[in-house]
């Protein structure tokens, strides 16, 4: 089936778009979709694409580009994956962060993979991001990994493959909660013909996996809050969200006091012991008598409570070495190591640039790479070779001969495309893929979704939205149920069924309320959080200095 007038622009004939096919017709994952779209004309699909982020602009759901607070852009045209193709990506992400855990475990006691010659010691020892302070330490459930945010790409073929792997502080999520809400409520129709995996368990799942990080000393009712750098930061509208949908406390660090290597939340009624801390803030602001000495956003004596065993910190403190580019390179050796399986989701073809035999490849073709620093987040620092000036890559040739250590190298991905609205109307875009996995200890559950996110100008191939991208609702499609099909499949698919399928009448999403009238309500001059569902510390159990 040829395309419709409305996307006109966005049959290209090339290979790579996930909608339509070189010969411009339309994949079977995406013609339900399409259709609908079609039907809807190009008036009418364009006043609704308005509609959109006219929402997003009265939610304030903004992030930071070029220092400055701006809507975040949604485009209307969802981003459509067939339920195979979601079983094998959920297995692999869950397969890669059970490694990075096993990874951070042994990394953080044992080191037997530095031992075995699995990695080597030079990655530990070089790396910036391993924290002395948590050697030895292991966490209640064994969990380090709460929530990560693995990011991926098509290549050439059309497979999946991780470009990177984010365990400190992953974020997103926010969005795409928020996306598949207002897409349910401006594309109603949409839902009709293929039933679509709910994203809107997110939060209690959440819940549930930071509740079962809970020290040993947690009390019957377990105190978890999340912890935000302030209203400031870029990310506050996800801080709020996730903790509202939650039911949780937001707190800043003025919310926290250590006594007696416990942690305890300020309310106006007393002090309230803390057992889990979702952070949303960097290790090294987190305790100023362990990090910057300096830090407002911290606690002081807050790693020593999580040494005493009386908090967890979700994710834990020293995940960063996990983020390390050079890390992610040995990532399918870990795998092999602890899990004794083959990677399902392979890597991007990587140069290791303190390998000398691959640093003189990489500058003899630094034209034709994308070169990336080790501890870079955001798109920053990234150089695109064929894209770069000479003075550019002279001045990268320097950096790199300086410091091998701290860059990678990659080929130019040719990222796949999906049809976005401009200004002219549909047109091809670049865009990547960040599924988000929760860790309980006892399952990893990875989010039927995840954020698409979408380069929005032209030929761009950075999707980060700190360099002006923009993000598409991700819909995973719920299996057909196949009556020949084995017991296996069809409890799989029941279990997805289980799940839920997106009903665009579903009031869960009311408790999205917009965060800005929170924000615009004149503090009172007693600002502790007060959470009336948490029982009190009794005065015995408080330390004598408490105030």
Same mark, same amino acid.
């Given at each position: 089936?040829?395309?419709?007038?409305?996307?006109?622009?966005?049959?290209?004939?090339?290979?790579?778009?996930?909608?339509?096919?070189?010969?411009?017709?339309?994949?079977?994952?995406?013609?339900?979709?399409?259709?609908?779209?079609?039907?809807?004309?190009?008036?009418?699909?364009?006043?609704?694409?308005?509609?959109?982020?006219?929402?997003?602009?009265?939610?304030?759901?903004?992030?930071?580009?070029?220092?400055?607070?701006?809507?975040?852009?949604?485009?209307?045209?969802?981003?459509?994956?067939?339920?195979?193709?979601?079983?094998?990506?959920?297995?692999?992400?869950?397969?890669?962060?059970?490694?990075?855990?096993?990874?951070?475990?042994?990394?953080?006691?044992?080191?037997?993979?530095?031992?075995?010659?699995? @990695?080597?010691?030079?990655?530990?020892?070089?790396?910036?991001?391993?924290?002395?302070?948590?050697?030895?330490?292991?966490?209640?459930?064994?969990?380090? @990994?709460? @929530?990560?945010?693995?990011?991926?790409?098509?290549?050439?073929?059309?497979?999946?493959?991780?470009?990177?792997?984010?365990?400190?502080?992953?974020?997103?999520?926010?969005?795409?909660?928020?996306?598949?809400?207002?897409?349910?409520?401006?594309?109603?129709?949409?839902?009709?013909?293929?039933?679509?995996?709910?994203?809107?368990?997110?939060?209690?799942?959440?819940?549930?996996?930071?509740?079962?990080?809970?020290?040993?000393?947690?009390?019957?009712?377990?105190?978890?809050?999340?912890?935000?750098?302030?209203?400031?930061?870029?990310?506050?509208?996800?801080?709020?969200?996730?903790?509202?949908?939650?039911?949780?406390?937001?707190?800043?660090?003025?919310?926290?006091?250590?006594?007696?290597?416990? @942690?305890?939340?300020?309310?106006?009624?007393?002090?309230?012991?803390?057992?889990?801390?979702?952070?949303?803030?960097?290790?090294?602001?987190?305790?100023?008598?362990?990090?910057?000495?300096?830090?407002?956003?911290?606690?002081?004596g807050l790693v020593r409570a999580i040494l005493a065993g009386n908090v967890v910190v979700a994710n834990a403190i020293g995940n960063g070495i996990g983020d390390d580019k050079l890390t992610y390179t040995y990532v399918p050796d870990l795998i092999r190591y602890y899990l004794s399986e083959e990677p399902i989701l392979p890597n991007v073809d990587t140069w290791r640039l303190e390998e000398p035999d691959s640093l003189a490849e990489v500058l003899d073709r630094l034209d034709e790479l994308v070169v990336k620093p080790v501890d870079g987040s955001g798109g920053k620092g990234i150089v695109i070779g064929p894209a770069a000036s000479r003075k550019e890559l002279e001045a990268l040739r320097e950096r790199l001969i300086a410091d091998p250590r701290g860059w990678i190298a990659q080929p130019v991905v040719q990222l796949s495309t999906i049809p976005t609205l401009v200004e002219e109307g549909p047109e091809p875009r670049h865009v990547d893929l960040r599924p988000f996995a929760l860790n309980s200890g006892d399952?990893?559950?990875?989010?039927?979704?995840?954020?698409?996110?979408?380069?929005?100008?032209?030929?761009?191939?950075?999707?980060?939205?700190?360099?002006?991208?923009?993000?598409?609702?991700?819909?995973?499609?719920?299996?057909?149920?196949?009556?020949?099909?084995?017991?296996?499949?069809?409890?799989?698919?029941?279990?997805?069924?289980?799940?839920?399928?997106?009903?665009?009448?579903?009031?869960?999403?009311?408790?999205?309320?917009?965060?800005?009238?929170?924000?615009?309500?004149?503090?009172?001059?007693?600002?502790?959080?007060?959470?009336?569902?948490?029982?009190?510390?009794?005065?015995?159990?408080?330390?004598?200095?408490?105030?």
């Open positions: 089936m040829s395309a419709s007038p409305l996307f006109h622009s966005a049959r290209t004939g090339s290979g790579g778009d996930e909608m339509f096919a070189p010969d411009g017709t339309v994949h079977p994952t995406y013609q339900a979709l399409h259709d609908a779209l079609s039907g809807l004309g190009t008036e009418e699909f364009r006043s609704r694409s308005d509609s959109l982020a006219r929402s997003y602009l009265d939610q304030g759901i903004t992030f930071d580009y070029a220092g400055e607070e701006r809507p975040f852009p949604i485009d209307a045209i969802p981003r459509v994956v067939a339920a195979e193709e979601w079983t094998r990506v959920s297995a692999g992400v869950g397969q890669r962060v059970r490694a990075l855990e096993r990874f951070l475990d042994d990394l953080y006691n044992d080191q037997a993979a530095i031992a075995d010659g699995v @990695i080597p010691a030079e990655l530990v020892t070089s790396s910036t991001y391993v924290v002395d302070a948590m050697r030895g330490y292991s966490p209640p459930n064994g969990v380090r @990994i709460h @929530i990560s945010g693995i990011d991926l790409v098509r290549d050439g073929a059309g497979d999946f493959r991780v470009l990177e792997d984010n365990v400190r502080t992953p974020s997103g999520v926010s969005y795409v909660l928020s996306n598949r809400r207002a897409m349910a409520q401006g594309f109603p129709e949409l839902f009709a013909d293929r039933p679509v995996r709910r994203v809107g368990e997110y939060p209690g799942r959440l819940l549930s996996a930071l509740q079962a990080a809970a020290p040993d000393t947690a009390g019957e009712e377990t105190t978890v809050v999340v912890l935000t750098p302030g209203r400031y930061n870029s990310a506050y509208f996800e801080h709020s969200l996730l903790a509202r949908t939650m039911g949780v406390d937001l707190v800043e660090a003025s919310d926290l006091v250590e006594r007696g290597e416990r @942690i305890y939340m300020r309310t106006t009624a007393g002090l309230r012991r803390v057992d889990v801390i979702y952070k949303r803030t960097d290790d090294d602001f987190l305790d100023p008598e362990v990090f910057r000495p300096d830090s407002a956003l911290g606690v002081p399952d990893v559950w990875v989010l039927p979704g995840g954020l698409t996110r979408v380069a929005l100008p032209r030929g761009e191939m950075i999707v980060n939205s700190s360099r002006g991208g923009g993000s598409k609702d991700t819909w995973v499609l719920a299996p057909e149920r196949d009556a020949a099909a084995g017991p296996a499949a069809q409890a799989q698919a029941q279990a997805q069924e289980d799940e839920g399928i997106e009903d665009p009448m579903d009031d869960s999403y009311d408790e999205f309320e917009d965060p800005r009238e929170e924000q615009a309500e004149e503090r009172a001059p007693e600002p502790d959080p007060v959470t009336s569902a948490i029982p009190i510390i009794d005065v015995e159990e408080t330390p004598h200095d408490a105030q």
